[in-house]
């Protein structure tokens, strides 16, 4: 097949590509650099705030894989992008003749009070709204996220985490199971992902900046309300009834102490 892989220099993107490459699939990797670093996989430049390099992107495309990401708190900014992102590609995946669109969610986003889910779930109705058959694929927390929050919220040599509990899963295996969703043609929702372990986020953060020899104290922060209670719950890392990842979180960081 011949697939798209939209934000393919991302964390969970560049994953798709390599696994989809992996498989003898030929893979387009978009982004606004329009450069891969994966060996077979050619890079496509676009821009999905504006639409502009889709419909190059697009053409002969037969399924396409939206791992594109906002980082962004702000419910308006998150979901102006997400959503705008994703009528663009589906408008421009329609004129293609584009036969899947294969979204990347997040498990557990249904009326939450965090913003970035909200657009996210956002997201998803665009999908269902749209005229290209659809799968979505709900993943937890990669291993990485603890780091990527601890880079955010560090102030000297202290690092600021909420107490939130996830079952983290591998974004090698994100990748996997969105190569999966291609090949099974669209399929609505797919099994949630989650990783095979319950781990805490400030934790995650501590062991990998340790791994990777960054000195710093994180300390726990339990918050407040609604949302403190849903993070320290555990319901964002999912029931464990749908489909599991075999990583751990510990393996994942000893890989991480390995390239330090
Ligand atoms: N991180 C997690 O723990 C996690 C867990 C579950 C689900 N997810 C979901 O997975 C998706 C991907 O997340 P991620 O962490 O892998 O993302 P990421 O590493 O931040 O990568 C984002 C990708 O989007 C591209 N991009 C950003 N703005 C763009 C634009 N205007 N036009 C074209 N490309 C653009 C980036 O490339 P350029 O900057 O070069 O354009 C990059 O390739 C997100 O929807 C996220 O909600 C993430």
């Not at 670093?37 to 705030?49: H, K």
């Not at 997040?106 to 005229?131: C, H, M, T, W």
């Not at 929702?189 to 960054?214: H, I, Q, S, W, Y």
Request: hydrophobic share 45%.
């Amino acid at each position: 097949m011949d697939v798209l892989v939209v934000g393919g220099t991302g964390a969970a993107g560049r994953a798709a590509v390599v696994a989809l490459a992996g498989r003898g699939h030929t893979v387009r990797a978009l982004s606004r650099s329009g450069k891969t670093d994966v060996p077979g996989a050619i890079g496509y430049r676009a821009d999905l705030s504006t639409g502009e390099g889709l419909a190059k992107a697009m053409s002969g495309v037969d399924a396409v894989v939206d791992a594109f990401n906002v980082r962004s708190q702000s419910y308006e900014t998150a979901r102006t992008a997400f959503v705008g992102a994703t009528e663009r590609l589906l408008a421009a995946g329609k004129e293609a003749g584009v036969g899947h669109h294969v979204l990347l969610s997040i498990v557990a986003i249904d009326n939450s009070p965090f913003a970035y889910y909200r657009a996210k779930e956002a997201q998803e109705q665009a999908v269902l709204a749209g005229q290209v058959p659809y799968t979505i694929v709900r993943a937890t927390q990669f291993h990485e996220f603890g780091g990527q929050l601890a880079e955010q919220t560090r102030f000297g040599p202290f690092v600021v985490l909420p107490t939130f509990v996830t079952r983290p899963v591998a974004v090698s295996e994100v990748g996997e199971a969105l190569a999966d969703a291609v090949e099974a043609g669209p399929s609505g929702r797919a099994p949630d992902l989650c990783g095979p372990a319950v781990e805490r986020v400030p934790d995650m953060a501590r062991r990998t900046l340790k791994a990777r020899g960054v000195r710093a104290v994180v300390i726990p922060l339990p918050l407040p309300g609604k949302v403190g209670a849903m993070m320290r719950s555990g319901a964002l890392g999912g029931d464990g009834s749908g489909r599991q990842g075999r990583q751990t979180f510990d393996e994942w960081v000893r890989g991480e102490s390995a390239k330090a």
